[in-house]
Structures are given as C-alpha cells and as structure tokens.
Antibody, heavy 115, light 110 residues
C-alpha cells in the first residue's frame, strides 16, 4: 500500500529554523513527484511546490519561492520542507502529497510558531 | 496570480443531488487544466476523489462524478449521504509552477 508518513508536530519560535519530513513507501519512490501543501488555521489548501526525487528537479509556487526549501533524500525515500527563518505566519498544517494529481496524502504536520 | 473560485458553501438534503463548481480567473476551465477534486473532513487530511476532470480513483464511490460545465469544472454528488458532509477543493494545473487550489466549498447535508 502507498503510504506517506510525516514527522510529528513542531512548536518553534520566530526566527528559528525547521525541517519537516515525509517518508514514502509502497511504490517506486523516484518515479513520482512529491508536492507540499499548506493549510493555515481554518483556511483552504495552498500548493507550495513539488520535487522529482530522481533528479531533485524542484518547482515552487512563486508565493513560496525563497520562503521555503524543498529537498529529497532518495536513499531514505524521504522529502523535506525546510525553513531557515520561521515567522508566526508560518503556523499551519503542512501536507505532503504524491504527484501533480495529489493522489495520496500524508497525515499532515502541524507547525506552530509562537514567541 | 490566478484565482480559482468555488462556491463557499452549499446545502443538500440526504439522498439529493448537488453540483459544486470550480472556475478560473484566466478563462474557461478545460480538460487541459486536468481538474482534480478532493474531500476534507474536519481533523483529517484531504482525500483525492477525481483526477483529469472525470476519472474516479479506485476508492471513490460511484456517486461522485466529475465533468466540465459551462467553462467550469464540476463535481456532482448524486444520492448524497450524511458522511459526504465535508469541505471540497478543486485543483487546476495551470503550468509547472501554477497548480492552484480553489478556496473550497463547505457542503452541509441537512
């Protein structure tokens, strides 16, 4: 069975850095793009960007370009979402999902940024 | 930035039929935009329902159907069940870096 398992919830302070993860199993990891989606509290879904594990080709929604970094470790079948300077406004659920069609989803990681 | 618009909320009676729509600020939605539909219940991750306009995933009940309707993508629920109460989101592929979700429709079954 295809599974995307995300890392646990995080509580951070403004200005700190953070990396959350998404580990895939049940399919050939390097043949499917992995995307990240943000959902702020009580709001809708926002597509952030996508990476192709085979060659690390990465595309970003312009709204998120420069704000986050998406990376991959093919040996661990794991994709990462990284912030170098968190803001209170980064507080949200973050989901990883498979492919441009987003057929399978991780369970979500809640990131809370508060002073 | 392209804006994708959905009805903010709809109400349907159990057993009834309801159509949710998804429109783009750039013009008519076509099959080249590969419309996708997702269901999200409170406290849960989204679940994919429909891809490429009208193709159901293997787990999607037959009462969910996708189509194009008057320049919009549409999701029709026939024979609505109480468990269909949820938020529904469309996703349009408008380019390599332009995959855009609609704002979502909160469907109430009453």
């Amino acid at each position: 069975d295809v599974q995307l398992v995300q890392s646990e919830a995080e509580v951070k302070k403004p200005g700190e850095s953070l990396r959350i993860s998404c580990q895939a199993s049940g399919y050939t990891f390097n043949r499917y793009w992995i995307a990240w989606v943000r959902q702020m509290p009580g709001k809708g879904l926002e597509w952030m960007g996508i990476i192709y594990p085979d060659d690390s080709d990465t595309r970003y929604n312009p709204a998120f370009q420069g704000q986050v970094t998406i990376s991959v470790d093919e040996s661990l079948s794991t994709t990462y979402l990284h912030w170098s300077n968190l803001r209170v406004s980064d507080t949200a659920f973050y989901y990883c999902t498979r492919g441009h069609d987003a057929d399978y989803w991780g369970q979500g990681t809640l990131v809370t940024v508060s002073s | 930035q392209t804006v994708v618009t959905q009805e903010p909320s709809l109400t349907v009676s159990p057993g009834g039929t309801v159509t949710l729509t998804c429109s783009s600020s750039t013009g008519p939605v076509t099959s080249d935009d590969f419309p996708n539909w997702y269901q999200q219940k409170p406290g849960q991750a989204p679940r994919a329902l429909i891809y490429s306009t009208s193709t159901r995933h293997s787990w999607t009940p037959a009462r969910f159907s996708g189509s194009l309707l008057g320049g919009r993508a549409a999701l029709t629920l026939s024979g609505v069940q109480p468990e269909d109460e949820a938020a529904y989101y469309c996703l349009l592929h408008l380019g390599d870096t332009q995959l855009v979700f609609g704002g979502g429709t909160k469907l109430t079954v009453l």
